[in-house]
């Protein structure tokens, strides 16, 4: 049995997350409502984060339309966690509208210490008329006649139908206009044979909402992921729950109040699920918001070399039953000779999601230019449809000390047969017999000349073999760093359109490219916590806290500028400082 806590006399607005920690500074306003009825109350609230209030400007809600029922509310907050500082202050306001409308509050502007001055962005509220029309509830008949549509228990969930392995969020939000002590979640909805996953990360915020011109307070109380392993019908049970209500003995004002238990369930739906087996031949079972990255460390290798192709799928989804993907070639060009995989499952705000990284070993089995082409194919939830991400890689693959193709063709001249193609002696003559060059100081002399010719040309080619081992030592000494100036220069481009996927894929190349290279770890071992331990502490807590940045960034599709270029500083000093020790 779970229980809850819903106190609507205490509405807490600020939920910390991880991706809050990192140290940026931002002033965002919050509003708890969308839509109120008239004569309730709303609270807004503007809030600075990572930096010191100097001067705060805050808008005119009297001239806006709204009579100030209390306000400002001052909060503020210090965390430190492993190092990682995150500091708020806010100002809150309850404001009630003087009619029904459309509003919109105008940004608040704060001066903080560092002469920063920043504005909130404006917030939209809906005001309509009262209504006397009761909502009913499932179980309405276990409440009193008095509570009757006043707590509401339902299920939210966008999806009218999904595909196989598509993540199902079901998220159970009470609403409520009375104080309820209390709520325990009794019976959570089962999925038999079904793989599901309970959410840690939600909005557990307590929310303002507006239904059949009934205003309620409401808040999620649980949040769950269902994954269908099969198509035709998935049925969604009903949740119960128990809610605790005081109430006062109208005889004895003074006396305690005295809790009394209700139960509410929610209502059953049904989503039809369809399959996507066979639909296309490289689907491999992804369902999501995907990217894929490819890694190829060389383009250019000889038949004694094996290629390393490394192939990185990350985004929103489950990413557990997704296979290798294939990787097409001409018949007789390549052999794969393994695929091996790492994933890391990971769960934000939107659901499930992480990455999977396959890593294949692949054999030349021809020379000249050759050509592999990776397919990746995913079902995409936002566009509805199968999304194909096919790339051509151009291979050279040049002749090594393994012969592929050995075609050799010998014709050669028995030594036996030299004599019988002289040509015969016709005729003879005597003559004074010649001093024989043989011996003479002539002949040794021209026979030393090919042996110094050829010492000569020794050592003039050793010479240059050396000078160009030195040259190509040298480059490669230069390539991680030239490697790593590179991406960077790629995140700086990214950086001035605010492409945040492409700038923060360039960093993390450009950090883990160059110890990779620079330390020798293959491809498919790059992860942060393989290159951490081969750094000094100071520089592994370094590269631990940019890369996580950037894993958080990529995953959360978005970052503020500020923070982007903060990074691209860090990285920049951080593979500089890298080069002067390791090079």
């Known amino acids: 049995m779970k229980s809850y806590q819903l106190s609507l006399l205490l509405l807490s607005f600020w939920a910390m997350s991880s991706s809050l920690l990192a140290q940026k500074i931002a002033f965002v306003a919050d509003c708890n409502a969308s839509k109120v009825v008239l004569g309730n109350a709303f609270r807004v609230s503007f809030r600075l984060e990572n930096a010191e209030i100097k001067k705060i400007r805050f808008p005119d809600f009297e001239g806006l339309g709204f009579q100030i029922v209390e306000g400002p509310v001052n909060e503020s907050r210090y965390t430190n966690i492993n190092g990682n500082r995150y500091t708020f202050e806010a100002y809150t306001f309850s404001l009630a509208p ?63 139908s999904a595909v196989v392995g598509e993540q199902i969020r079901l998220n159970y939000k009470v609403y409520t206009q009375i104080d309820i002590s209390n709520i325990e979640l009794v019976k959570e909805p089962e999925f038999p044979s079904m793989y599901t996953k309970e959410y840690r990360f939600f909005d557990k915020e307590a929310r303002v909402e507006v239904i059949n011109g009934q205003q ?84 250019k290798i000889t038949t004694d070399e094996a290629l390393e192709l490394v192939m990185r799928i990350r985004g929103l989804g489950d990413i557990k039953p997704i296979t290798a993907p294939p990787v097409h070639f001409e018949d007789g060009q390549f052999n794969i000779l393994e695929v091996t995989q790492k994933e890391d499952i990971r769960e934000g705000g939107r659901g499930l999601g992480g990455e999977k990284t396959f890593t294949y070993k692949i054999d030349p089995q021809e020379v000249g230019n050759l050509s592999l082409r990776p397919s990746f194919v995913y079902f995409d939830v936002r566009d509805r449809k199968l999304i194909h991400i096919d790339t051509n890689i151009n291979i ?21 047969q030299v004599l019988s193609m002289q040509a015969p002696l016709k005729t003879a003559s005597w003559r004074a017999y010649p001093r024989p060059f043989f011996g003479s100081y002539s002949f040794y002399l021209l026979s030393l000349l090919p042996l110094l010719a050829f010492a000569g040309a020794y050592v003039f080619i050793l010479g240059r073999q050396k000078s160009q081992e030195i040259k190509e030592k040298q480059a490669l000494k230069r390539a991680p760093y030239q490697h790593a100036q590179e991406q960077l220069d790629l995140a700086k481009t990214a950086l001035k359109t605010d492409t945040v996927g492409d700038f923060y894929r360039a960093i993390e190349e450009a950090l883990k490219g160059y110890l990779g290279m620079q330390l020798e770890v293959p491809l498919g071992e790059r992860s942060k916590e393989r290159l951490q331990s081969l750094l000094p502490e100071k520089e592994a807590r370094e590269l631990g806290e940019i890369l996580e940045h950037c894993e958080q960034a990529l995953f959360a599709g978005q970052s503020p500028h500020k923070t982007m270029e903060e990074q691209l500083k860090h ?13």
Request: aromatic fraction near 6%; glycine fraction near 6%; charge should be positive.
């Open 98 to 160: 003087n009619a029904e409308g459309n509003y919109t509050i105008g940004p608040a502007e704060v001066t903080t210490y560092n002469g920063k001055v920043l504005k909130t962005m404006p917030v939209k509220i809906k005001c309509v008329a009262p209504s006397s029309s009761n909502v009913q509830s499932l179980n309405d008949h276990n409440l009193p006649k008095e509570l009757a549509g006043k707590v509401l228990f339902r299920l939210e969930c966008e999806h009218d």
């Open 216 to 299: 309620y307070a409401t808040k999620i109380i649980y949040s769950m992921g269902v994954f269908p392993s099969k198509n035709g019908e998935l049925s969604i049970p009903p949740a119960e729950i128990l809610i605790s209500v005081g109430r006062q003995d109208p005889r004895n004002p003074f006396a305690s109040r005295k809790l009394k238990q209700y139960p509410l369930l929610s209502l059953p739906k049904t989503i039809p699920v369809r399959s996507l087996s066979g639909q296309d031949k490289d689907y491999t079972g992804a369902v999501g918001e995907y990217d894929l990255e490819l890694y190829l460390e060389k383009d």
């Open 571 to 583: 990285s920049q000093k951080l593979i500089k400082q890298l080069e002067k020790r390791l090079a």
């Open 396 to 416: 050279q693959v040049s002749q090594g000390k393994r012969i592929l193709n050995k075609e050799v063709a010998e014709k050669a001249i028995d030594s036996s």
